[in-house]
């Protein structure tokens, strides 16, 4: 096959030499202990512990849940202010919980919560904050937490795009009450399917690790009406083997997005994504932004134009959630145009570790034609 007819998906998940996952689980077939906290479990829960600089960390069978189950460790009630520039599943753990989503805007730059629109949206039914590292942009840290404070807010953080970042040199997991991680196979680092929430809290551990595992306190006493949310053994040895390779997996990726920045930077009508300040950052994402009346093409344009050479950008993220089917007339979208105006230019372009850098002059050439 032509490299140039060959199909480039937005990502591809990194996975280990067949033969270093075998020697992995073999272990697994000594001991037949599939799941339920086994050495595997404890020896990754041990590893991203170190890796990620947290205090805590309970893993889970997704991100989703991860972000679920702490929001039910904390047992709120009431509204809680997110933004609606995000996956499907920020705004559905809110909800699935029964508390109110309310929706702030985002900061165009990074398309991060924007702190100076949140003690606007404070009433008095308001519990907490969850703000999301998009792309791996990374929050307001610093002015969110000052909020959370005057206001006694809990701050729960979607990390899912930010595996392995650091702010001032301190673990992006260790920020707010809590931040959970996604392990999906689409993100940088993954377990299969897999997830962790960080915290510092014992007693939210407690909490957490009740939901996690049905309630059950030991063989006899079940003191709470927990779920299922375990990572399993498999899932587990894949993440120690990912995790020899993650930042091996990161330099890869940042040569990608250096190599798509040098092709792209400057074009009229084309914005690319904020390099921030303090923050070791991890490629997840290469988001492209487009203005049509100065591009002279629409975002969906481009999209439609890269496809045509089986080339799969994606909307990501669009539609907001505020905009999702089963909100309509459910929730109040808020006022939120910057957000508005995100989801409407954005294409996310492919970025993996082994894409090619010639893969991605093909993709910039279709584009800057
Ligand atoms: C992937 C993702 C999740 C959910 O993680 P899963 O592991 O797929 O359940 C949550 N939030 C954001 C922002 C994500 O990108």
Same mark, same amino acid.
């Given at each position: ?6 199909? /480039? ?18 272990? /697994?077939?000594?001991? +037949? ?7 595997? +479990? ?14 805590? !960390? ?63 949206? /404070? ?11 998009? %792309?791996? &942009? ?5 002015? !969110? ?15 899912? +795009? ?69 990572? &399993? ?26 190599? %798509? ?20 950052? &991890? ?68 970025? %993996? ?6 893969? /991605? ?9």
């Amino acid at each position: 096959m032509k490299n140039s007819d060959k199909k /480039i998906l937005v990502t591809r998940s990194s996975i280990p030499p067949v033969d270093e996952y075998m020697e992995e689980i073999k272990e /697994i077939w000594d001991s +037949h202990w599939l799941t339920n906290f086994g050495s595997k +479990h404890r020896e990754l829960s041990e590893k991203l512990k170190s890796y990620l600089g947290v205090e805590r !960390i309970q893993l889970t069978v997704n991100g989703h849940l991860a972000l679920e189950y702490a929001l039910s460790a904390l047992k709120l009630e009431g509204e809680v202010i997110t933004t609606p520039f995000t996956f499907a599943s920020t705004t559905h753990a809110i909800v699935r919980n029964g508390l109110i989503p309310v929706f702030c805007d985002v900061l165009p730059d990074t398309g991060t919560i924007d702190p100076s629109k949140i003690e606007d949206l /404070i009433t008095d039914r308001t519990c907490a904050i969850v703000p999301v590292h998009v %792309y791996g &942009n990374i929050c307001d840290t610093e002015a !969110i937490e000052d909020i959370a404070k005057r206001h006694n807010l809990k701050v729960i953080y979607d990390a899912a +795009h930010a595996f392995g970042e650091t702010y001032k040199g301190k673990g992006i997991g260790s920020f707010g009450d809590a931040s959970i991680f996604s392990f999906h196979a689409t993100k940088v680092y993954n377990t299969i399917e897999g997830g962790a929430v960080c915290f510092d809290d014992e007693e939210f551990g407690r909490a957490l690790y009740g939901l996690i595992n049905f309630g059950i306190r030991n063989a006899e006493t079940v003191t709470g009406v927990g779920g299922n949310a375990k990572m &399993n053994e498999f899932c587990a040895a894949m993440g120690l083997c990912n995790l020899r390779r993650v930042d091996d997996d990161i330099a890869k990726r940042e040569k990608c997005a250096g190599r %798509y920045r040098k092709r792209l930077e400057g074009t009229a009508g084309i914005r690319l994504n904020t390099v921030q300040k303090d923050v070791r950052t &991890n490629y997840a994402y290469f988001p492209v932004f487009f203005d049509p009346k100065v591009f002279g093409k629409s975002r969906d344009e481009v999209k439609d134009a890269l496809a045509g050479h089986d080339i799969l950008a994606r909307k990501y993220f669009y539609p907001l959630t505020s905009e999702f089917d089963c909100y309509k007339g459910v929730l109040d979208p808020g006022e939120t145009p910057e957000a508005i105006k995100l989801a409407s230019e954005v294409l996310t372009l492919p970025i %993996y570790p082994d894409l090619s850098l010639e893969d /991605i002059d093909r993709i910039c050439d279709i584009i800057l034609e």
